[in-house]
């Protein structure tokens, strides 16, 4: 499956944190949000809800993009869920949601899964898996609630905490790959590419954060 044309990887997703991570890692995405209706899954297991929903936006753009000869196209769609005291929590509904949740998980520890699918469009095949990291919550005030919930940030957030942003104050450690919290997890990304017959060194850009300059390996 290897292949000598540039590739090109679309993000099916509208979070910036997520492209942040890939421009950091020295890839720039192009970017199209799937419009996907994840109201439209439903799954008591959290692995299988975000790797489905995941999938979904991948399909869902892949449908709108056109394959051109001069290029590999890939598409990465990503979904991120929480898995507390039994439930699984995607977004809250609102702010009284959002402040429930902190209420229930402050002191505690929750699971927060990303699912994966990243599709070749030019080879039609597919490479997805779900990454999971442990994250323990700090014990905070009612107070401290109130303040990050007006913030707007919990709101629209699988969870409703971040890890890389105000939300990290919150947070007294995690377990697994820390990308996994913002979205993407980056050696999983790596795998997947590697299953695709691909590498992770085919997508950096020349030039890396920081501007140093640097050159396509693969």
Same mark, same amino acid.
């Given at each position: ?126 490479? &997805? ?45 995690? &377990? ?43």
């Amino acid at each position: 499956m290897l292949s000598s044309l540039p590739l090109r990887l679309v993000l099916a997703s509208q979070s910036p944190a997520r492209r942040k991570l890939l421009q950091a890692a020295g890839i720039e995405p192009d970017v199209l949000v799937s419009g996907v209706d994840e109201s439209q899954v439903v799954s008591d297991r959290a692995k299988e809800l975000c790797l489905e929903l995941a999938r979904l936006k991948a399909q869902a753009v892949l449908g709108r993009l056109r394959a051109t000869p001069d290029e590999q196209t890939l598409v990465l769609g990503c979904d991120s869920v929480l898995a507390f005291d039994g439930e699984i929590l995607g977004k809250p509904a609102d702010a009284a949601d959002a402040t429930r949740r902190w209420q229930r998980m402050r002191g505690r520890s929750g699971v927060l899964h990303t699912g994966h699918c990243l599709i070749d469009a030019v080879h039609e095949s597919r490479a &997805e898996g779900v990454a999971s990291t442990t994250v323990h919550f700090a014990d905070i005030s009612d107070e401290e609630i109130a303040a990050y919930v007006a913030t707007g940030e919990p709101l629209a957030v699988a969870g409703a905490f971040t890890i890389d942003g105000l939300g990290g104050a919150f947070l007294t450690g995690i &377990e697994g790959d820390p990308g996994t919290v913002v979205g993407l997890s980056l050696p999983l990304l790596r795998t997947l590419l590697g299953e695709l017959g691909l590498s992770v060194t085919d997508l950096w850009t020349k030039v890396a954060p920081g501007g140093q300059e640097i050159e396509h390996l693969g």
